[in-house]
């Protein structure tokens, strides 16, 4: 078993920007893949960015430029999403979720809120 738990979510301004947090534990021997995923009101989850084990990244249109997924350097367990140029449409339930031997675990979610 995998337990991702995200943090750092709240209320931005529009223009603003936050970091997001997804601390790993338990099995995560062989993760291949970290995401993050969010889930607007009445809008089907989405993939925002994607980190592999070996470092590589992918990122959803809607968030090149502005968005960065990265290991913390302190804590290889923990995936960040540095979140810049905030926009009301980035406004979503973020959900870390990892890839391990074909079995998908997800994070409890975090809140992020931009206001116009």
């Known amino acids: 078993q995998v337990q991702l738990v995200e943090s750092g979510g709240g209320l931005v301004q529009a223009g603003g920007s936050l970091r997001l947090s997804c601390a790993a534990s338990g099995d995560i021997f062989a993760i291949n893949v970290m995401s993050w995923y969010r889930q607007a009101p009445e809008k089907q989850r989405e993939l925002v960015a994607t980190?592999?084990?070996?470092?590589?990244?992918?990122y959803a249109d809607s968030v090149k430029g502005r968005f960065t997924i990265s290991r913390d350097n302190a804590s290889k367990n923990t995936v960040l999403l540095q979140m810049y140029s905030l926009k009301p449409d980035d406004t979503a339930v973020y959900y870390c979720?990892?890839?391990?031997?074909?079995?998908?675990?997800w994070g409890q979610g975090t809140q992020v809120t931009v206001s116009s």
């Open positions: 980190i592999t084990r070996d470092g590589s990244t992918n």
């Open positions: 979720h990892a890839l391990r031997f074909g079995v998908s675990y």
